[in-house]
């Protein structure tokens, strides 16, 4: 069975700072991964997925997230941080049976500092 | 883009009572729904999976005769909480996806966030 750790559950960096959020996957076939931001009270909005193409996948508002094997890893980055990136951002596995699933980390809660 | 919506977004209700949660995909046929829920600071824990015209499956450990889903059709599925007790508060999410494929994107509702008293 997929699953998905998340190191960190609340991260804080100062606006125009690098972020980077860390998700590291177990899974015993080629995985596919997904990273989520959930705003407050809201539902979640897709960041950027990999799905076996590119290893490295661009996403929406500058972020983007690197597919390392060797590392079993999909860390999400951003070069500099803006004060609307504040949210919990969720890493997760598809899983390839069934209904194929979502398995999802324990999230990250980002903070911007001015 | 896919939207998909959940009505109401909050409720409040009484110890005993059931409540009914709505989940529609607004511009998209959803052949599968999901439905999470998410206690405070805490990550999504999927509750059951429900394709259009079938019974929902179950996560274990969930009571499906308390929480009942309903998927009859293509563009609504309904979450009822039978017999709410305190700890039924939470926050409800549902998403849809259509067709099959685990690179499929699921969409999210807003959310639905219930308050037992």
């Known amino acids: 069975a997929q699953s998905v750790t998340q190191l960190g559950s609340h991260v804080s960096v100062s606006e125009g700072a690098l972020v980077l959020l860390r998700c590291n996957y177990s899974?015993?076939?080629?995985?596919?991964l997904f990273w989520y931001v959930q705003y407050p009270n809201q539902g979640l909005q897709l960041l950027l997925k990999y799905t076996s193409a590119a290893t490295l996948v661009k996403g929406i508002n500058g972020f983007e997230a690197e597919f390392k094997k060797s590392e079993t890893s999909f860390h999400l980055t951003k070069p500099s941080a803006h004060m609307s990136d504040a949210a919990e951002y969720f890493c997760?596995?598809?899983?390839?049976?069934?209904?194929?699933?979502?398995?999802f980390g324990q999230g990250t809660r980002l903070t911007i500092n001015p | 883009g896919a939207v998909v919506s959940q009505h109401p977004s909050r409720v409040i209700c009484k110890s005993g009572t059931s409540v009914k949660i709505e989940c529609r995909s607004l511009d998209f046929q959803a052949t599968t729904m999901f439905w999470y829920r998410q206690f405070p600071k805490q990550s999504l824990m999927l509750m059951a999976t429900?394709?259009?015209?079938?019974?929902?499956?179950?996560e274990q450990g969930v009571e499906k005769d308390k929480f009942l889903i309903n998927h009859a059709s293509l563009t609504l599925s309904t979450l009822t909480v039978t017999s709410a007790h305190p700890e039924d508060s939470s926050f409800y999410i549902c998403?849809?996806?259509?067709?099959?494929?685990?690179?499929?994107?699921?969409?999210f509702g807003p959310g639905t966030r219930l308050t037992v008293l």
């Open positions: 429900s394709n259009e015209g079938s019974k929902a499956t179950y």
């Open positions: 899974s015993s076939v080629p995985p596919y």
């Open positions: 997760a596995v598809s899983d390839l049976q069934g209904a194929q699933k979502l398995v």
């Open positions: 998403s849809a996806r259509a067709g099959e494929g685990p690179a499929r994107e699921q969409f």
